[in-house]
């Protein structure tokens, strides 16, 4: 017996030995490689800040001291890069060395999470290869007639409820608008969102956006990835993952059962079912489920934020907003008053509002990427191993003042091709860049058009009693939206 308790003993011994020096090794993971670093500490389990403004604070606080810093996540070590050749360097040229995204997903038990934002290796490339065909701009003329369609039940919504000194919230109408438009692109679906604000679809979208979540969980999920997937963690609401599943299964059994055909992207996943091309593997309607789930969970909060913020700053800039409304009627002139899809696209100033939107609230904020061999970071005696997460601070690289003077200012005219051309090509980067670009920017930007267009043709944005004047980031949603939501004055013209 005694042999036994000396034997467990000295095993346990050992095991703290070992736990003992993993904990060193990720304590002075910065400090052994001379990178600038803030020492480990519970400061981002503040849930009232969005962590896009811890990332400001500490690029501002790094930044010209070296190409890259270090924060940590409980004891996890996060790089924070720094300069944008590096930056390029990560997302396009090194590319090799950050295919990844480190983003938690667990196929067995929650085959949703399991999708091309997620995925990772050969799955993730072969899979993209298949989709990448259905947002090119070829598509999204053919899409277009259906996605006005949908952007004119919203601005006839919106002229109905319009009378004199109306003051509506506009956040939650753009969310509705954009689930009817993601809903029948993506599913051949009438949501019916604008009539039905308690439609499955909105509350679906809702739930997964406004849940409450866990940090501890989180922190694990990211930490210790494969233990989590072990002990079965899963990531989605397990009645917003039951509905999407059902949407898809009756949705693809009645075109195939019926022969119809939508030139959607539901047509294009259901092509991949039954695909017969030498070297191409069929996916399963799990996985197809799963790429039509993060299309439409993405794609909606994407483009309503980015509205809400455009709107938001229109309203308290009139002569900007004026200058949107005299592009859309200029264009429309010579188009006969028609929306056509070549009308939209020589909206150019419309597309420089979006983009300087873009800029002050980037939907996504930071950019993950996860190192996934040794990568020796250029000019630097810095190694980073295997396995180290980093992450692109958008949001403050888009406040730089250095960059973008004045980079609170509402400005469009930063996005003039002259003005673009006398910055970095990586100082703005709302879609990310590279292989892992958002897959979906053509037809996000093409919502976000549509729905600027359609609005300030014959609706004008002012601030009301209501309106928040300085408006606030809800923490606890990563997509970069507003805290109480946007009301606003809206009259017809």
Not at 70 to 96: N, S, T
Not at 290 to 312: P, R
Request: charged content about 25%; some cysteine.
């Amino acid at each position: 017996m005694e042999v036994i308790t000396i034997t467990l003993l000295t095993i346990l011994i050992l095991l703290l030995i070992y736990v003992l020096h993993l904990l060193r090794r990720q304590i002075h993971f910065f400090k052994d490689r001379n990178v600038p670093y803030k020492p480990a500490s519970f400061e981002r389990l503040d849930k009232t800040i969005h962590p896009a403004m811890h990332f400001l604070r500490w690029y501002k606080q790094f930044k010209g001291q070296y190409p890259l810093s270090g924060v940590f996540m409980f004891i996890k070590p996060i790089v924070i890069p720094l300069d944008l050749e590096l930056i390029k360097r990560i997302l396009v040229k090194d590319f090799q060395y950050f295919q990844n995204r480190g983003i938690y997903y667990n196929e067995r038990d929650d085959p949703l999470s399991a999708h091309l934002f997620s995925l990772e290796g050969a799955k993730w490339r072969n899979l993209r290869a298949k989709i990448s065909p259905t947002f090119t701009s070829g598509k999204m003329k053919m899409m277009y007639p259906t996605m006005v369609a949908a952007g004119k039940q919203f601005s006839e919504y919106l002229e109905e409820k319009v009378g004199d000194g109306n003051e509506l919230e506009m956040r939650d109408l753009l969310a509705r608008f954009t689930t009817d438009m993601i809903g029948t692109c993506a599913f051949g679906i009438e949501c019916n969102s604008m009539k039905e604000p308690n439609s499955k679809f909105r509350e679906m979208g809702r739930k997964h956006f406004e849940a409450p979540r866990n940090v501890l969980k989180d922190a694990f999920k990211m930490t210790a990835p494969g233990l989590a997937r072990f002990l079965r963690v899963t990531e989605i609401l397990p009645d917003v993952s039951e509905f999407f599943m059902d949407v898809v299964k009756s949705t693809v059994e009645y075109r195939m059962k019926n022969n119809v055909r939508r030139n959607d992207f539901m047509d294009l996943l259901i092509a991949m079912l039954d695909d017969k091309t030498e070297g191409s593997e069929s996916l399963t309607i799990s996985e197809i489920a799963a790429q039509a789930y993060v299309f439409f969970i993405a794609g909606f909060e994407t483009s309503s934020t980015t509205m809400t913020w455009a709107l938001h700053e229109l309203s308290r800039n009139p002569d900007i907003q004026e200058e949107g409304r005299k592009c859309v009627q200029e264009v429309l002139e010579k188009y006969n008053g028609v929306m056509s899809y070549e009308a939209i696209m020589e909206m150019t100033y419309i597309d420089q509002i979006i983009n300087e939107t873009l800029r002050l609230y980037p939907p996504v904020p930071m950019h993950f990427r996860v190192v996934s061999k040794d990568y020796h970071v250029p000019e630097t005696d810095t190694i980073l191993p295997a396995g180290t997460f980093t992450m692109i601070p958008v949001y403050a690289i888009h406040h730089d003042e250095d960059i973008f003077p004045e980079p609170e200012k509402f400005d469009p005219t930063r996005f003039t091709p002259e003005e673009v051309n006398k910055r970095h090509a990586f100082a703005w980067t709302p879609f990310g860049e590279g292989p892992r670009v958002c897959i979906g920017l053509r037809f996000g930007m093409m919502q976000a058009r549509i729905g600027l267009a359609l609005m300030l043709k014959n609706l004008r944005f002012s601030p009301g009693p209501k309106t928040c004047t300085e408006m606030e980031f809800q923490p606890q949603n990563f997509i970069l939206s507003p805290k109480e939501g946007l009301w606003l004055n809206v009259e017809k013209i």
